[in-house]
């Protein structure tokens, strides 16, 4: 079981910030959390990661809670290309440890 | 450089026949991960391999399904007496390090 639990569906003006929360309150100390994306037809992306501090690069930033329960992935300036499934997983980061994807969040970035 | 490859991009195949997929993992990478997923559904995992270790095969859905890495590089995923429940985008991964996975763009399997 996707040990995450994210919005089946969201909306985001082009051009704006697109936030996309995630819910993992039985997180371990040892998990790591994985943001990925899948466009249309395309295979996983992913996006970026973290274990406990906020990170950014250049697709996003992730923002992780101080007790790690939850957390948001910003896309600072939504386009249209953005429109896609957006997964956040938690796993252990080890050999052998593979992702388990849950359902994601459709998100529908809109002209 | 070159991403994860895999080929053919398209397989249709009659029930009871056997299909290959093939994975060219990005050059270097030590793991190399099968998944699949239906119409619809999250990733379902498949087979992992590991350098030269022994592969983990405990997400293959029944003894149909094989996969073999030669040399370390090339995948080839096999199921054999395909059925239609077979039918899926079939995904191949590769890893250089024990954090971010690289997709590629998947084999779409349908079985008729």
């Known amino acids: 079981d996707a040990k995450t639990t994210q919005p089946t569906s969201m909306d985001c003006a082009e051009g704006r910030a697109a936030n996309l929360p995630c819910n993992h309150s039985?997180?371990?100390?040892?998990?790591?959390v994985y943001w990925y994306r899948q466009i249309h037809s395309q295979g996983p992306q992913y996006i970026i990661h973290?274990?406990?501090n906020n990170e950014t690069n250049e697709m996003a930033s992730l923002i992780i809670t101080e007790d790690r329960k939850s957390s948001t992935l910003i896309l600072p300036h939504a386009t249209l290309r953005d429109t896609a499934v957006y997964y956040c997983?938690?796993?252990?980061?080890?050999?052998?440890?593979?992702?388990?994807f849950g359902p994601g969040t459709r998100l529908s970035v809109l002209p | 450089g070159a991403g994860v490859s895999q080929s053919p991009s398209n397989k249709v195949t009659e029930k009871g026949k056997d299909v290959e997929l093939r994975c060219d993992p990005i050059?270097?990478?030590?793991?190399l991960y099968w998944y699949r997923q239906s119409l619809g559904q999250g990733l379902e995992f498949l087979i992992y391999?590991?350098?030269?270790?022994?592969?983990?095969k405990s997400g293959l859905p029944s003894d149909r399904f094989s996969a073999e890495r030669t040399g370390g590089s090339v995948s080839t995923l096999t199921i054999q007496r395909t059925q239609q429940e077979d039918s899926a985008v079939y995904l191949c991964?590769?890893?250089?390090?024990?954090?971010?996975?690289?997709f590629g763009p998947g084999t779409r399997l349908t079985v008729t």
């Open positions: 997983i938690v796993r252990v980061a080890s050999y052998g440890q593979n992702f388990v």
């Open positions: 391999f590991q350098g030269n270790s022994a592969p983990d």
């Open positions: 050059s270097g990478h030590t793991a």
């Open positions: 039985t997180i371990s100390g040892n998990e790591y």
């Open positions: 991964a590769s890893s250089l390090d024990t954090y971010e996975q690289y």
């Open positions: 973290g274990l406990k």
